[in-house]
T-cell receptor, first 113, second 114 residues
Framework: GDSVTQMEGPVTLSEEAFLTINCTYT??????LFWYVQYPGEGLQLLLK?????DKGSNKGFEATYRKETTSFHLEKGSVQVSDSAVYFC????????????FGTGTQLKVEL | KAGVTQTPRYLIKTRGQQVTLSCSPI?????VSWYQQTPGQGLQFLFE???????NKGNFPGRFSGRQFSNSRSEMNVSTLELGDSALYLC?????????????FGPGTRLTVL
């Protein structure tokens, strides 16, 4: 079945450091890929998405590129801020996958001054 | 435009009781999905409704059920609560009939089973 694998957290960085959160997926066909962010006590917010191979999603300084050859969708940001502290979820929507998102386990990011 | 709203935000129940959670989607959205979030299992899909019909169901026991009304509002019910049902229940709504789409999530209902 479809699955998403994310790097274990927590990830602790200093402000202005470079961020990478790895995400790989297994799915049949050509899924759409998403990154969601969850701040403490809140629901999920869509951060960015990519719907086909080689697409780059970007938002608020975050980027991720859909790499079909490596089945990956790694999240990157050049300079993190304390306000980026949250849990980040990689997810896929598979074609013919039953109208649902399949999520990774989430990666907690802590950014310190 | 108002976002997805869920009520109540917090709920405490005891084992064996039943509970009903409510979700109001964004105006114009006809698809509503429910997810369960726990520290151990992460985010898991419960079910999805479109135009009052359940289109897809996740791998949960029959104690978990849902419905959607003609105004697209949705409820989910859990009967005979177990300790393991303690979780954050998230509702998400979207516009399109099928295919990759953007789901907008509500803040969730935090259910604690004692």
């Amino acid at each position: 079945g479809d699955s998403v694998t994310q790097m274990e957290g927590p990830v602790t960085l200093s402000e202005e450091a470079f961020l990478t959160i790895n995400c790989t997926y297994t799915a049949t066909g050509y899924p759409s890929l998403f990154w969601y962010v969850q701040y403490p006590g809140e629901g999920l917010q869509l951060l960015l998405k990519a719907t086909k191979a080689d697409d780059k999603g970007s938002n608020k300084g975050f980027e991720a590129t859909y790499r079909k050859e490596t089945t990956s969708f790694h999240l990157e940001k050049g300079s993190v801020q304390v306000s980026d502290s949250a849990v980040y979820f990689c997810a896929l929507w598979a074609t013919g996958g039953g109208n649902k998102l399949t999520f990774g386990t989430g990666t907690q990011l802590k950014v310190e001054l | 435009k108002a976002g997805v709203t869920q009520t109540p935000r917090y709920l405490i129940k005891t084992r064996g009781q039943q509970v009903t959670l409510s979700c109001s989607p964004i105006s114009g959205h006809r698809s509503v999905s429910w997810y369960q979030q726990t520290p151990g299992q992460g985010l898991q899909f419960l079910f999805e409704y479109f135009s009052e019909t359940q289109r897809n169901k996740g791998n949960f026991p029959g104690r978990f059920s849902g419905r959607q009304f003609s105004n697209s509002r949705s409820e989910m019910n859990v009967s005979t609560l177990e300790l393991g049902d303690s979780a954050l229940y998230l509702c998400a709504s979207s516009t399109v009939l099928a295919g990759p789409n953007e789901q907008f999530f509500g803040p969730g209902t935090r259910l604690t089973v004692l």
